[in-house]
């Protein structure tokens, strides 16, 4: 019988659980890198919107390689913003607080948003959920770059295009958190996280170099484009999303429950004896370290405990209940001040760079794509290191530390050329987007399924939406207060993103001392 081909022998050396488990894996990280590619235009479009020329500097060339390159310029352009040096209203002298004032829309209507986006989805099918989320949000990604075709210069228009597309995007992320959960176990969960946050880093990427390609000569499809792009991710989504290895009778990866006997519609879960070696095997660090009762005697679950039934899926819980989760309160209290420094640089970073190097829109999108590269590796980097420790906030907290004088350097040498702002902006994208990939990820799938809910499995949508949601609002308020500094200077913006980076360490300070003092298993004990 003839050898089978190197390739078929790879195929069949993975079973059908695994080939699915990697499908998803895949499938989810394709669902939000098209999420965040259409967040990116904006930051990419500011340079275009507010431009620094003299009037009727080169006016008649740039209409007529618009039309000449695209056939969709808008003749009476010029008639509208005679100068020719940006795109009504942004064309005027608080140009910067009216750009804030879109990032302020987007963010605050996604931060108010994503409370009830998890509570809801906790209720909904998480592929119909999250195909609506992801239509719309191309539907209104697009109607902003249809304000370049129609000539439409209100700020009314932009901004409530804004408001409604940050409000279907919080969809998103509790969908494919919680989908992925499903899948993965807690074993190396922060490897495979980190590894899947880096979509965001992906997304940023792509979104810079497709908007900056048409940034100069037809903004418009710098919208229209990565909007087609999540509609048809949507329908992707529809015809392919499997939400629980359960649906296709896989086995996930997720530690089987211990067995619990049924009485009606409740199931009552007994505790088992302790044998002797259980007794004196060390307390799981999660349990030893976040569930004190007194601050010194761990508790110990050996009480009845009745959960609903449905197959061991609980009730979801409930938005005060999720907030007493040890440890949620804190961890989103610091991601609002990490996201408030990661949003600000996805939103004013191009922007910067113009300022500073003196480069057209379009290279200034392509060079911030570096601090996207750093975050990729930032996010890897922090959840090998938060599984080798197993402390996930003593990781945070180290590369928050880092990063506050990283942020320094960066203003002080980014101002001496390019080779000095392309190393910077590697090394702050690793330190700045390290924290908040891993606590939106690993962080948020610990925390859903923390010990303390035992068993209930409805929520971690609701965990990850109360630690996204407040996280959102220091994204919210990280662009805006940029948008008010800036006239000042951009020396004053660092100032206030490293006082937010301190901001952050400040509130894990309380979990990092239960962690170093708390010492938890080697490795190889980890709960897979």
């Known amino acids: 019988m003839a050898r089978l081909p190197a390739g078929i022998r790879f195929i069949v050396s993975f079973s059908r659980d695994q080939w699915y488990t990697a499908f998803v894996f895949a499938l989810t990280y394709l669902l939000y890198a098209s999420f965040h590619l259409s967040r990116k235009p904006i930051s990419i479009v500011k340079g275009e919107l507010h431009k620094l020329c003299t009037s009727g500097d080169e006016a008649e060339p740039r209409l007529g390689d618009q039309s000449d390159s695209t056939g969709l310029a808008a003749p009476h352009q010029l008639q509208e913003n005679k100068s020719d040096c940006g795109w009504a209203p942004f064309d005027k002298g608080n140009y910067q607080q009216l750009l804030g004032a879109l990032d302020?829309?987007?963010?605050c209507a996604y931060a108010v948003g994503m409370y009830f986006s998890g509570i809801i989805g906790e209720r909904l099918p998480i592929r119909y959920y999250l195909t609506f989320g992801m239509l719309a949000s191309g539907a209104f990604t697009a109607l902003f770059g249809l304000g370049y075709f129609y000539d439409i210069h209100s700020l009314g228009f932009y901004v409530v295009t804004q408001v409604i597309n940050g409000?279907?995007?919080t969809t998103g992320w509790p969908s494919v958190v919680t989908c992925l959960s499903n899948w993965f176990g807690k074993g190396r969960r922060g490897l495979i996280m980190g590894v899947w946050n880096s979509h965001t880093s992906v997304g940023n990427i792509l979104g810079s170099l497709i908007a900056g390609y048409w940034v100069s000569t037809c903004w418009g499809l710098s919208f229209v484009i990565p909007g087609a792009i999540v509609a048809t991710m949507g329908m992707v989504c529809f015809l392919f999303l499997i939400e629980h290895p359960k649906d296709i009778h896989c086995t996930s990866t997720l530690t089987a429950h211990s067995k619990a006997y049924e009485n009606g519609t409740n199931r009552f879960r007994l505790p088992?004896?302790?044998s002797l070696s259980e007794k004196s095997r060390p307390l799981d660090?999660?349990?030893q370290c976040l569930l004190l009762s007194d601050?010194?005697?761990?508790?110990?679950?050996s009480h009845i405990v009745i959960l609903p039934g449905d197959s061991g899926n609980g009730m979801a819980i409930s938005f005060t209940g999720a907030l007493r989760i040890p440890g949620v309160i804190e961890f989103s209290l610091c991601l609002l001040f990490a996201k408030l420094v990661s949003y600000t640089f996805l939103f004013w970073l191009p922007l910067y760079i113009t300022s500073v190097d003196h480069l057209d829109a379009q290279r200034a999108g392509e060079l911030s794509t570096l601090f996207d590269v750093g975050g990729l590796f930032g996010g890897i980097l922090a959840g090998v290191?938060?599984?080798?420790?197993?402390?996930?906030a003593s990781t945070c907290g180290l590369m928050l530390l880092l990063a506050a004088p990283t942020l320094y350097v960066f203003s002080a040498v980014s101002r001496m050329g390019l080779e000095a702002t392309v190393a910077m902006l590697l090394l702050s994208g690793a330190l700045v987007s390290g924290p908040y990939a891993l606590i939106t990820t690993a962080v948020s799938a610990d925390l859903g399924t923390h010990k303390s809910l035992k068993g209930n499995?409805?929520?971690l949508s609701t965990v990850t939406a109360i630690i996204d949601g407040t996280g959102s609002v220091g994204a919210a308020l990280g662009p805006l207060l940029a948008g008010l500094i800036s006239p000042s200077g951009w020396s004053n913006v660092f100032y206030m993103l490293m006082f937010a980076d301190a901001c952050a360490l400040l509130f894990l300070v309380r979990l990092i001392h239960k962690e170093l003092s708390c010492p938890g298993p080697a490795v190889g004990n980890q709960a897979p």
């Open 295 to 301: 601050g010194k005697t761990p508790i110990h679950p």
């Open 385 to 392: 290191i938060s599984d080798r420790l197993e402390k996930r």
């Open 167 to 169: 409000l279907v995007q």
């Open 285 to 287: 660090p999660e349990m």
């Open 272 to 274: 088992k004896p302790a």
């Open 104 to 107: 302020y829309s987007f963010l």
């Open 457 to 459: 499995s409805h929520a």
